[in-house]
């Protein structure tokens, strides 16, 4: 199996997608006055440089020459984009943990396949954790 550096250099093109990570606000209903945003440092960006938005361009097709889907996505994110060594922050059993939910152009992963979406040219995939610690 060839490493994602080596599918990177032979891919005969690549995808330019958008990638983000973000969390869940948590609202504070102990303010009187109203519901206010409660600030909070911790989502998926951690995890990736502290970066929540990547302007990534991936093979078009994986290391088994199929086309690029999300779960191709999620295994070069991890081997190309992570910084951090705590990927169960992030994948479970070679897919996105439970309690981040994943959103391919603004609809539910779910509604589009999950990791077997083909991902296009342009496509914009935002991770959101709705996991919070406390």
Known sequence: MES???VTQSAS???PITVE???VPILNPHLKTSWVLTVASGGLEILFSKQR???????MVDENEKTANMAFLVRYLCQQLMKDRRKEMFVVDGT???GILVLINDADWELEGEDQYEL???DNVLFVS???GG
């Open 21 to 23: 990570f973000t969390y």
């Open 130 to 132: 709705t996991l919070h």
């Open 53 to 59: 938005k990547h302007h990534v361009s991936i093979p």
């Open 120 to 122: 296009k040219r342009g």
């Open 96 to 98: 996105v943990r439970p």
């Open 4 to 6: 994602m550096d080596q």
């Open 13 to 15: 093109g690549t995808l």
